[in-house]
């Protein structure tokens, strides 16, 4: 077997964090399997693997790309236009994939470091755009979602 370069592993492990980054935001968390990456990354789950040791490694793969997508979606002009840009983006397949995934990894009882950390740096961008009631905001918007997707 031919081994591969540090360059070339290192082009793989991008095409792969594009890969899995993809996948997430158009089918969500449940979606990225190492049956689905490798099929479509067409290797083998074993090759997979050496990239992405568990399941949980794929989620380095989103590191620092979820975040700027989710807020896309907001308007921190104001509190009320936080509330209502929240509210229209519960609306759009991708912010409520993001949002599936964080209540998903809330509610497991394993919360992981980056999510926790992805959290943590959203309240501090509420805070900077709209000062010290932004854990309070949050606290708002978390519930309305919660109560949004079970009508829906």
Not at 71 to 85: G, K
Not at 109 to 135: C, D, P, R, S, W
Request: aromatic letters at 10%; hydrophobic letters at 45%.
């Amino acid at each position: 077997m031919a081994r591969i370069t540090a360059a070339e592993k290192e082009a793989n492990k991008l095409r792969l964090d594009k890969l899995i980054t993809n996948v997430f935001l158009e089918d969500g968390w449940d979606a990225v399997t190492y049956d689905r990456i490798a099929k479509e990354a067409d290797i083998r789950k074993s090759t997979l693997q050496g990239y992405y040791p568990s399941r949980a490694d794929f989620g380095e793969a989103l590191r620092g790309k979820v975040l700027p997508v989710f807020l896309d979606y907001l308007n921190f002009a104001s509190r009320e236009t936080l509330i209502e840009s929240w509210t229209d983006a519960l609306k759009f397949k991708k912010f409520r994939l993001i949002l599936n995934m964080m209540i998903i990894t809330a509610t497991q009882g394993q919360t992981n470091e980056m999510a926790v950390k992805g959290l943590a740096n959203f309240i501090q961008h509420v805070t900077k755009q709209l000062g010290e009631t932004a854990y309070e905001d949050v606290e708002l918007l978390l519930g309305r979602t919660i109560i949004r997707l079970m009508e829906d």
